[in-house]
């Protein structure tokens, strides 16, 4: 047992003073520091002026576009214009106004603007303006037909419409809307763990027979231990990663003002409404895919001499946490689909199917238990066919291009008994 603590300790320490490591690790703090203070960052970059708009032709309908910008509360300040196209370019030079809009009559007695601008990429003013004339359009053609304003208004109001879940335990509106950012979040987390913490894993075995230290490794630590303990070296290297990150995550968090964490776009990280042991299946599930698909990867790892080797080895095995994940996103829009409920009980794919189910249905437990039951089983079948070609697999060495080459790696296991 201390030899497997040894190469946990060694894979842990290696790659924790790896620069690859500590890049990775400052780029994603620095990336949840921009994305936690993204309102302020914006803020920051946008010019505080009105956009200036010359306003050209009707003047019958300029007050109307003046008095529906004020209820509109828009920072457009637009401004009666006098002279010609040729003066408004003139003035757009040389900073007088930013834009104009030419208000005219259709033959229908009703408005139409052209906006004209040095460039129409920006499209907030253009956008507003619109609104604000489509506004007045409605509010003559409801007059003409005798419309008042009062009932123009009670027309545009939106219905009442409310969704309620007959199902006994089924989750609110407000439940489900924390719940699936909390699975989206999750189902990345888990995704790009099993890519890069699993590949990590096959290339440190990879690495290891390349400089030929795995021939002094195996002569005193047996091959099985030097597995579990790269696995578990690397899992807890993962845990740090995300313990460091999370912190930093929560700190920049406390110096947010209240309002921006509670509303607009930081409020998708108020998970007030999420259970217990909905956090509690995400910690499981995402052990035990790790457990699942770290075990195999160290297997296949194990079948090539060389690190550049890897990704071709590897490939087919990342395949099925990329079809897991397409699943998983297909089934956040329709999680009752008959697809995912069948993919939630194959273990390659429960840690993510099966945790999406449990996050935006009410799964019954005895449906938890057997797809839990399944990817434990299933991991532990890895764990010992995969210490079985491990301790074959390192004393292979040429090109290995195929997992076919499990049988060879499982006949020179048997034969270092």
Same mark, same amino acid.
Request: proline share 2%.
């Given at each position: 047992m201390n030899k497997l603590f040894?190469?946990?300790?060694?894979?842990?320490?290696?790659?924790?003073?790896?620069?690859?490591?500590?890049?990775?690790?400052m780029i994603t703090v620095l990336f949840i520091f921009l994305i936690t203070n993204l309102p302020g960052i914006i803020d920051s970059f946008d010019n505080d002026e009105a956009d200036r708009v010359g306003v050209m032709g009707s003047d019958s309908y300029y007050t109307l576009l003046e008095q529906q910008l004020d209820l509109m509360e828009s920072d457009i300040e637009i401004m009666p214009y006098e002279g010609s196209e040729?003066?408004?370019?003139?003035?757009?030079?040389?900073?007088?106004?930013?834009?104009?809009?030419?208000?005219?009559?259709t033959a229908e007695e009703e408005p139409q603007g052209v906006y004209k601008a040095e460039t129409v990429a920006e499209q907030k003013t253009p956008q507003v303006l619109q609104s604000a004339l489509q506004q007045i359009k409605s509010s003559i053609a409801a007059e003409e037909a005798g419309v008042t304003q009062e009932q123009l208004l009670k027309i545009d109001q939106p219905v009442n419409f409310e969704k309620v879940a007959l199902e006994k335990g089924a989750k609110t509106e407000d439940?489900?809307?924390?719940?699936?950012?909390?699975?989206?979040v999750l189902l990345f987390v888990i995704y790009f763990s099993v890519i890069f913490y699993g590949n990590m894993v096959a290339v440190e075995v990879a690495a290891e027979k390349s400089s030929r230290v795995m021939e002094i490794l195996i002569s +005193?630590? @047996?091959? #099985?231990?030097?597995?579990?303990?790269?696995?578990?070296?690397?899992? /807890? =290297?993962g845990l740090t990663q995300y313990a460091v990150i999370f912190l930093c995550g929560y700190v920049f968090l406390q110096f947010k003002d209240d309002d921006?964490?509670?509303?607009?776009f930081m409020s998708f990280l108020d998970f007030s409404n999420? +259970?217990? @042991?909905? #956090?509690?299946?995400?910690?499981?599930?995402?052990?035990?895919?790790? /457990? =699942?698909?770290?075990?195999?990867?160290?297997?296949?790892?194990?079948?090539?001499?060389?690190?550049?080797?890897?990704q071709q080895v590897i490939l087919p095995v990342q395949f099925l946490i990329i079809i897991a994940f397409f699943i998983a996103m297909f089934g956040l829009s329709t999680p009752s689909a008959t697809i995912i409920t069948v993919t939630s009980y194959v273990p390659f794919f429960t840690p993510v199917v099966m945790?999406?189910?449990?996050?935006?249905?009410s799964v019954p437990f005895w449906e938890i238990a057997l797809s839990l039951v399944l990817l434990i089983g299933t991991t532990v079948f890895f764990a010992v066919l995969g210490a079985k070609v491990y301790r074959g697999g390192v004393l292979m060495?040429?090109?290995?291009?195929?997992?076919?080459?499990?049988?060879?790696?499982?006949?020179?296991?048997?034969?270092?008994?």
């Open positions: 040894i190469v946990l300790f060694q894979t842990y320490f290696n790659r924790l003073k790896s620069k690859p490591f500590i890049i990775t690790t040729e003066e408004a370019q003139k003035d757009i030079d040389d900073g007088k106004i930013d834009s104009y809009l030419i208000l005219e009559n439940e489900l809307d924390q719940a699936r950012v909390f699975v989206y +005193s630590v @047996s091959p #099985v231990k030097q597995m579990f303990g790269k696995i578990l070296g690397v899992a /807890l =290297l921006l964490t509670t509303t607009g999420l +259970s217990p @042991s909905l #956090v509690i299946y995400a910690v499981l599930f995402f052990i035990l895919g790790y /457990l =699942l698909y770290a075990t195999i990867l160290a297997m296949v790892g194990s079948l090539v001499s060389r690190a550049e080797e890897v945790f999406l189910r449990i996050g935006m249905l060495y040429g090109k290995s291009s195929s997992i076919k080459d499990i049988g060879k790696a499982l006949k020179l296991s048997s034969k270092d008994k």
